[in-house]
């Protein structure tokens, strides 16, 4: 994960419409090896960085909102720039906006920002190596035996918007 001292840190669109700054270090960093991220990076692989979507301050012309099919079925919410389309980061159906997978090939810098863990390594290209001491994972984990404690503490503070944001989708549909 990037060092605290790195942050706050900028990022943006090929074009420069859409800028933004995270403003601290993410909570977690997936490299996602699953075949819809495949798909939707035209990539190997897609490294997204975990923040709290209020640690994300738009900068310029805001994104543009995407809706678009995932592998859950619930959807997720591309912010692509509006002239060059470059995506810039996603909020899933389990947190919406309160959780942002930003990602990291849009930063300015984006050697600041490493795995923490390989994800859907089943679905991994054959050629990939990973690297060492990195954890990886056939599928999915258990956030409570992979984020570090300092992390969790800020999921536990943002848990109640989360909470907030599943009711409001039951309730209006």
Not at 37 to 62: K, M, W, Y
Not at 88 to 108: C, N
Not at 125 to 135: K, R
Request: net charge neutral; hydrophobic share 35%; aromatic share 8%.
């Amino acid at each position: 994960m990037g060092k605290a001292a790195s942050f706050p840190a900028e990022g943006g669109c090929d074009c420069g419409t859409t800028r933004y700054r995270m403003e601290s270090a993410p909570l977690f960093v997936h490299c996602c090896h699953c075949r819809w991220c495949q798909r939707e990076s035209g990539a190997s692989f897609a490294l997204n960085a975990l923040i709290e979507g209020d640690r994300v301050t738009e900068l310029g012309e805001p994104p543009l909102l995407v809706d678009t099919p995932s592998n859950s079925g619930a959807g997720q919410l591309i912010a692509r720039c509006p002239q060059c389309k470059v995506a810039l980061w996603s909020a899933y159906s389990g947190a919406g906006p309160v959780i942002k997978f930003l990602r990291v090939g849009t930063l300015d810098n984006p050697d600041l920002v490493a795995p923490d863990i390989h994800i859907f390594t089943e679905t991994m290209q054959p050629w990939m190596t990973l690297p060492a001491g990195v954890p990886a994972v056939a599928r999915y984990y258990k956030r409570e035996d992979r984020w570090p404690e300092d992390s969790l503490a800020r999921y536990r503070d943002i848990l109640p918007l989360i909470k907030a944001y599943r009711a409001s989708r039951q309730t209006n549909g």
